[in-house]
């Protein structure tokens, strides 16, 4: 009995420090200097997925314990391998003999059906890319060897290098280049072509001109009239757009640079100007400068004549 009478004692000992409800005595302790309390009834009665609630500093906080159960193990997706663009080397060649190089990465990031825009002696220049998608590159590999790998003469389509001192106007790109053979500047230290000059087009047509091909107006004893746009000038002569060869191309004619010496007082003649040449036996002589329309009716009326 008296174990029994001692149990009920220590039982209503527990009682009356706990309270009448049974529930534990608050917790209190000191937080940052000021005096806490957690009510550990409301934490033994509560299922954890409500919040802990207390007091701080006077006021009441909350603890989620959601957060604080244990987690399901998900399977993690298997990791997805990214493929890279490997990119492309770059694209080398020979430009007026020196070795240039076109970066094709930037060819890759565009779209195939825009072109490539880039600047060239300090002008704007564009390529047509979508000529490069037309070829599979194994194409490219059998005709040339290697991307960029230069062409030399006997290859199909490339003209034989006239001999030294000839030379070229291409008219490309708002730029007129004047272009010249030279000796050791191509394949093997044979002789190449080598640009000379770069100017502005100052209003010609675009194309590639042989001035070796000029037909020489005082070969002629025919009365003959020219009218068209003057496209080079050096110390012997004068070459000038003639009338058009029937195929859409315009011809050039070369004169006697002293008879523009003569009707200009010693000036040189203006590239991309329009000037009256008339011939009668084989003489020539400059009658003055024209507009663009007027020489295009010149010229027109000559070949209606011819």
């Known amino acids: 009995m008296s174990d029994g009478t001692q149990v009920s ?3 209503k000992e527990i009682h009356m420090k706990h309270g009448e409800s049974g529930g534990p005595e608050p917790l209190t302790f000191t937080h940052n200097g000021e005096p806490a309390t957690i009510n550990l009834e409301r934490f033994q009665q509560q299922p954890q997925d409500e919040p802990l609630t207390f007091t701080h500093n006077g006021q009441p906080a909350t603890i989620d314990l959601e957060r604080f159960k244990p987690q399901p193990l998900t399977e993690q997706p298997a990791p997805v391998e990214v493929k890279r663009p490997v990119a492309p080397e770059p694209l080398t060649f020979t430009h007026n003999g020196e070795p240039a190089t076109i970066n ?4 890759q990031q565009q779209l195939q059906d825009e072109p490539l825009t880039f600047t060239h002696n300090g002008q704007p220049a564009t390529v047509d890319l979508e000529r490069f998608t037309r070829q599979a590159q194994k194409e490219i590999h059998m005709k040339h060897g290697e ?5 030399n003469t006997g290859d199909v389509g490339v003209a034989p290098v006239p001999e030294v001192g000839s030379v070229k106007i291409v008219i490309l790109n708002g730029s007129r280049q004047i272009d010249q053979v030279v000796p050791g500047v191509g394949q093997n230290g044979a002789a190449g072509w080598q640009t000379q000059k770069v100017l502005g087009e100052n209003g010609l047509p675009q194309g590639i001109y042989q001035l070796s091909s ?3 107006a005082s070969k002629k004893v025919h009365p003959q009239q020219f009218g068209g746009q003057v496209l080079h ?4 002569n004068v070459y000038q757009f003639g009338p058009s060869d029937g195929k859409g191309k315009s011809t050039v004619v070369k004169h006697d640079r002293k008879i523009f010496d003569q009707a200009l007082d010693g000036k040189e003649p203006v590239v991309g100007q329009c000037y009256e040449v008339s011939y009668a036996r084989g003489v020539g002589k400059v009658k003055g400068e024209l507009s663009q329309e007027e020489g295009a009716k010149l010229q027109n009326r000559k070949v209606n004549k011819i």
């Open 9 to 11: 004692q220590d039982e």
């Open 104 to 107: 094709l990465e930037r060819f």
């Open 147 to 151: 991307i960029g790998a230069p062409r």
């Open 214 to 216: 000029a037909n020489d």
């Open 233 to 236: 000038v050096d110390k012997q």
